[in-house]
């Protein structure tokens, strides 16, 4: 199985939300995107994506995608050139992301980081003033143990 890059799983993800009318900021994107990770790790045994994860002020982040996306601060991300492909990620796995993804929906970005705030991976993690890491294997435990 493949592993994706953090900024194909972010498209997929900004791609589902306008499909389903769903509002996605940056914030937002950066929560599921570290549920959908965690999902993988717990349901698949491997990682959705190579690129780490860091506790930042505002709950996990993706450095990468951050930076991609955060021209648009707190605003909804549009999907942008639709002439592309679209993002490739197998049937299997848009299932698993689709339901994190519609799960996430309904909540807001300042609920999700709250949500994130209360776990252990991040807390664990998050020292003010770093960009430490937060662990794929603290992730999978931490979840594997609530599901």
């Known amino acids: 199985r493949k592993m994706y890059r953090a900024l194909s799983v972010a498209r997929y993800i900004i791609e589902r939300c306008n ?6 900021s ?8 570290y549920f959908v990770q965690a999902e993988f790790l717990v349901v698949r045994n491997r ?7 860091e506790a930042w ?3 996990p982040v993706v450095p990468e995608v951050y930076q991609e996306y955060k021209i648009f601060g707190g605003a909804n991300i ?3 050139g ?10 299997d796995d848009q299932e698993l992301i689709n339901g994190i993804v519609d799960e996430c929906a309904r909540y807001s970005a300042s609920a ?10 991040w807390k664990n993690a998050y020292r003010r003033g770093y ?17």
Request: glycine share 2%; aromatic share 8%.
């Open 78 to 80: 549009p999907v942008i």
């Open 131 to 147: 960009s430490n890491i937060i662990s794929q294997r603290s992730i999978q435990e931490y979840f594997a143990e609530e599901s």
């Open 82 to 91: 639709r002439e592309l492909r679209p993002a490739i990620v197998s049937r």
């Open 19 to 24: 499909s389903q009318n769903l509002a996605i």
């Open 26 to 33: 940056n914030l937002k994107l950066q929560k599921i995107l």
């Open 57 to 59: 002020d505002f709950g």
């Open 47 to 53: 990682p959705c994506f190579a690129e780490e994860i």
């Open 112 to 121: 999700l980081v709250d949500i994130t705030h209360r776990q252990f991976p």
